[in-house]
């Protein structure tokens, strides 16, 4: 497979693993990790086509790498014109940055037996990274803030996502488990990347 620019994406992965080596707090994490990760989307050169392409009926999440003590994941989003998410949460510390195009993302809180909205609708644009977390807000929806081009975001989130037993919420805030698995796509290989380091 062709592998382009694969070095940013190995960079990142080696700053991560480097940086939950030193810590478990979850404030540093986050303010540490959104500069990698800002770093890793400041330039759309690197990701593989395989690892780009929509599905014309729903957004697709290819997983770009798994720690091998899955302390963490990296995920590519991809979201056709319009796709959006149901209102889902995560469980584990999360970070959202956008690639390509842009995205729209809305907070929820559960209160009194119903979803109620947490602040604005607030959009994402390329360069740009947010967070999630059961202490910072776990619950949203994401949307493709475009109606007629693809939007792809990079996720890194603490854990081995696709495998997290988590939930989405309907009207009433009812949970429903769901695992979210990862799109069919043959695992990258990354070098210099300190595998159990
Ligand atoms: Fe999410």
């Given at each position: 497979m062709n592998?382009?620019?694969l070095g940013r994406l190995e960079d990142f992965v080696a700053?991560?693993?480097?940086?939950?080596?030193?810590?478990?707090?979850?404030?540093?994490?986050?303010?540490?990790?959104?500069?990698?990760?800002?770093?890793?989307?400041?330039?759309?050169?690197w990701l593989p086509d395989d690892y780009a392409q929509p599905d014309p009926l729903r957004y697709r999440q290819?997983?770009?790498?798994?720690?091998?003590?899955?302390?963490?994941?990296?995920?590519s989003f991809v979201w056709g014109?319009?796709?959006?998410?149901p209102v889902h949460d995560h469980?584990?510390?999360?970070?959202?940055?956008?690639l390509r195009g842009a995205e729209l993302s809305q907070g929820y809180r559960?209160?009194?037996?119903?979803?109620?909205?947490?602040?604005?609708?607030?959009?994402l644009s390329?360069?740009?990274?947010?967070?999630?977390?059961?202490?910072?807000?776990?619950?949203?929806?994401?949307t493709n803030a475009l109606a007629d081009r693809v939007s792809i975001s990079i996720h890194l989130y603490g854990a081995d996502i696709g495998a997290v037993r988590r939930s989405t919420y309907d009207e009433a805030g009812t949970k429903k488990a769901f695992v979210s698995g990862y799109?069919?796509?043959?695992?990258?290989?990354?070098?210099?990347?300190?595998?159990g380091a």
């Open positions: 592998q382009p620019q700053g991560v693993s480097r940086l939950l080596d030193r810590t478990d707090d979850e404030a540093e994490i986050l303010r540490e990790a959104s500069g990698l990760l800002g770093r890793l989307i400041a330039v759309d050169d290819y997983l770009l790498y798994r720690d091998p003590k899955a302390r963490f994941s990296v995920v014109p319009g796709q959006a998410t469980t584990v510390w999360g970070l959202v940055g956008v559960v209160e009194g037996g119903a979803l109620r909205p947490l602040g604005p609708v607030h959009r390329a360069g740009e990274v947010e967070a999630v977390s059961p202490t910072v807000g776990d619950i949203h929806r994401v799109a069919d796509a043959p695992l990258l290989e990354l070098s210099r990347v300190g595998v």
